[in-house]
Every structure is written in structure tokens, then in C-alpha cells.
């Protein structure tokens, strides 16, 4: 019987990178029947950052307003991601507003 098989560690994913997400940063309002919240970090790049940043270091991209630093600076805290490419801009962060009358609808609106 071979014993090898047992005996190895399991196999860790490949280390590459650094990668380089560029994409939207909102700030996301949600209204729902069972609450609201507001000011929820939203957007793709947050997001593509995160689920990146699990294999390789992460360099983001983009543009996000002013409001939205301290959220992505708490989300990032325990993760590779570097935000020196980030623009800060003095406006305020995209806002998706979106309200769920029920659970099975949704009406969403995009302002600035």
C-alpha cells in the first residue's frame, strides 16, 4: 500500500501576480422589506479586489470620492490590496439606490 498519498499536504493554489483590478466603486443604498441599509461599499472592483486578493497581491484601480476611503481602507485592512493607484475625488462616491418592494422585485437607481 502506498502510504505517500496519506502522508501529503494538501495543495496550496499557485502564487501569481500581482494583479491589477481596475472597475466601479459605490456606495450602495438598499431599502428592503426587512430593513435599510446606506452607505454600503459596492461596485465591482471591491469585490474583484477581495476575491483576488485571497491568491495574489492586488493592485486596484479606479475612482472613488471622498466618502468611500475610510470603507475601503477598513474592508482592504487585513488583505494585499494596494490603493496608491486609487484617484480620490473631491465629489461624492456613485450611489446606487435600490429598493426591493418585495423580495422577488426591484426597482434601482443610479445618481451621482
Same mark, same amino acid.
Given at each position: 500500500?502506498?502510504?505517500?498519498?496519506?502522508?501529503?499536504? =494538501?495543495?496550496?493554489?499557485?502564487?501569481?501576480? =500581482?494583479? *491589477?483590478?481596475?472597475? *466601479?466603486?459605490?456606495?450602495?443604498? @438598499? @431599502? $428592503?422589506? /426587512?430593513?435599510? &441599509? $446606506?452607505?454600503?461599499? !459596492?461596485?465591482? +472592483?471591491?469585490?474583484?479586489?477581495? +476575491?483576488?486578493?485571497?491568491?495574489?497581491? /492586488?493592485?486596484? /484601480? !479606479?475612482?472613488? !470620492?471622498? %466618502?468611500?476611503? %475610510?470603507?475601503?481602507?477598513?474592508? #482592504? +485592512?487585513?488583505?494585499?490590496?494596494?490603493?496608491?493607484?486609487? @484617484?480620490?475625488?473631491? &465629489?461624492?462616491? #456613485?450611489? &446606487?439606490? @435600490?429598493?426591493? &418592494?418585495?423580495? %422577488?422585485?426591484?426597482?434601482?437607481?443610479?445618481?451621482?
Amino acid at each position: 500500500m502506498n502510504d505517500r498519498a496519506t502522508t501529503q499536504a =494538501p495543495r496550496k493554489p499557485p502564487v501569481i501576480g =500581482p494583479v *491589477t483590478i481596475a472597475g *466601479t466603486i459605490m456606495l450602495d443604498d @438598499t @431599502t $428592503s422589506p /426587512v430593513g435599510k &441599509e $446606506s452607505g454600503l461599499l !459596492g461596485g465591482s +472592483a471591491p469585490y474583484a479586489a477581495l +476575491a483576488a486578493a485571497r491568491y495574489c497581491p /492586488v493592485r486596484l /484601480v !479606479g475612482v472613488a !470620492g471622498a %466618502d468611500a476611503l %475610510d470603507k475601503l481602507q477598513a474592508a #482592504f +485592512a487585513d488583505c494585499d490590496i494596494d490603493l496608491s493607484d486609487l @484617484t480620490i475625488s473631491r &465629489e461624492l462616491s #456613485f450611489h &446606487e439606490v @435600490t429598493v426591493h &418592494e418585495d423580495l %422577488d422585485g426591484r426597482t434601482a437607481l443610479i445618481r451621482s
